[in-house]
């Protein structure tokens, strides 16, 4: 093995153990062009000068800036429509003939640059149903770059023409220069942290939905088991999870029942 690859499979390893994120070895490539930028910009001569320091001194903050660079944050509004439709057709109605104290709450458990959670928050917003109801979206992601994106709300015009459509960027949208920012009433329903999903989760309050969508993808069958796990202890039990469109509980965590009707949502059960 030259000493490329053990410093590539070194920083495969770390990746695996920090975020359950899997990468094989044909990714070398990948982890090789968003590393090398990173040893740059923390003053590193190169990879291999990064990957020294990081075997004898594994500082906190070099990791995760190593971590975050190989995270995917591929996002847009209102991705794959039919678990908005949902949760505007049967999931918020269904939840709030359930809750006398009217308030719904809401996780966005991988939520990259925000796109995810603000769209949720427009649905229930636009839900007639949820009139008077207080929602409360819990926006959270492992990359610190992502929490900030989220909680800042502010998107370019290529970002905001993935999805967003005219109508709802000028209702819930401010301009800002050649941007956009999420508006008051997006950003007052909304609080964003780092949140890594491998370890124990701090999050005290039940949530009544919890979105944990294109995440369970990037790791091992252990790890997908033990999130599933997590998702159990903090959802209420009438609550309900949406996957991804590729992801499923199914071989995974028997506690979980799939919504008849609902494509990728379930319930604890
Ligand atoms: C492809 S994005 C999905 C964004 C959004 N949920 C969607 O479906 O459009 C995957 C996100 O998962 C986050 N992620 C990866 N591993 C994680 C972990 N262990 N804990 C929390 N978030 C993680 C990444 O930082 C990234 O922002």
């Given at each position: 093995m030259t000493e490329l690859s053990l410093d590539l499979t070194f920083l495969r390893d770390l990746v695996r153990r920090e975020s359950g994120i899997v990468l094989e070895s044909g990714k070398d490539y990948l982890v090789s062009s968003r590393v090398t930028p990173v040893a740059h910009d923390l003053g590193y001569r190169g990879l291999s000068d990064l990957v020294r320091d990081l075997r004898h001194h594994p500082a906190a903050r070099t990791t995760s800036r190593v971590v975050e660079a190989l995270t995917t944050n591929e996002t847009l509004w209102f991705r794959d429509l039919e678990p908005f439709a949902a949760l505007r057709r049967v999931i918020l109605p269904e939840l709030v003939r359930a809750r006398p104290a009217r308030r719904v709450r809401l996780w966005s458990?991988?939520?990259?640059?925000g796109q995810e959670p603000y769209s949720a928050l427009m649905t229930a917003f636009e839900t007639?149903?949820?009139?008077?109801i207080a929602v409360q979206m819990l926006a959270t992601d492992l990359s610190a770059a992502m929490v900030e994106r989220t909680r800042e709300g502010r998107y370019s015009r290529v970002e905001v023409a993935r999805g967003l459509g005219r109508e709802r960027l000028m209702r819930w949208f401010v301009a800002d220069g050649e941007h956009w920012r999420a508006g008051p009433e997006l950003t007052a329903a909304l609080s964003a942290k780092v949140v890594n999903l491998t370890r124990p989760l701090p999050v005290a309050e039940q949530q009544?939905?919890?979105?944990?969508?294109?995440?369970?993808?990037?790791?091992d069958v252990e790890t997908k088991r033990e999130v599933l796990r997590r998702m159990r202890r903090v959802l209420a039990p009438d609550g309900y999870l949406m996957l991804g469109?590729?992801?499923?509980t199914v071989g995974l965590d028997d506690a979980w029942r799939p919504v008849a009707g609902l494509p990728g949502v379930y319930r604890p059960g």
């Open positions: 458990a991988a939520c990259s640059s007639p149903d949820m009139m008077g009544d939905v919890i979105l944990l969508r294109n995440v369970l993808i990037y790791f469109a590729t992801e499923s």
